[in-house]
């Protein structure tokens, strides 16, 4: 489809959260050693928040509604999508830093989505956002990296 609302590219975000923390969990329960188990978990955590967070643009009073029902027309669709869906069958549970590698590469595919968006933003208002999505991603990066780093060095 070439036409959709910001408000589709956000929910097809959030949603793709919920996947991540689903295979986060399912691997997590699987047979992994202790500190993969704790990285999965933390990242399962990590995945629910997000999508809470993007989910919270939706409620009623939001002031980005007008932002989430603009339109805009992308004849290559979201073009980083079949990337981001490929990852979830890339996650190994062999090793931490596989893990924070794969999450990393997750966050950052994100990221540029929204810098794509935010370059092909018909309003300013539009722009803002995405810049503010991207600036939430590259936070969410540094924190990964640190906290998984953290548990590596116990």
Do not use: C
Request: charged share 35%; aromatic share 10%; glycine share 6%.
């Amino acid at each position: 489809m070439r036409y959709h609302q910001v408000r589709e590219l956000v929910r097809w975000a959030a949603d793709y959260h919920g996947r991540l923390e689903e295979a986060y969990t399912r691997l997590a329960e699987g047979d992994v050693g202790a500190r993969v188990r704790l990285a999965l978990e933390y990242l399962a955590d990590h995945e629910r928040r997000m999508k809470r967070e993007l989910e919270a643009y939706f409620h009623d009073g939001s002031d980005h509604r007008p932002v989430l029902d603009t339109w805009f027309d992308d004849p290559n669709d979201f073009p980083h999508l079949p990337v981001l869906e490929r990852l979830p069958e890339a996650l190994e549970g062999d090793g931490v830093q596989a893990l924070l590698s794969t999450a990393l590469t997750m966050h950052r595919t994100l990221q540029d989505l929204y810098r794509h968006r935010a370059e092909r933003a018909v309003g300013r208002e539009e722009q803002e956002f995405f810049e503010a999505l991207m600036g939430a991603e590259d936070d969410e990066v540094r924190r990964l990296a640190r906290d998984i780093q953290r548990l590596e060095d116990y």
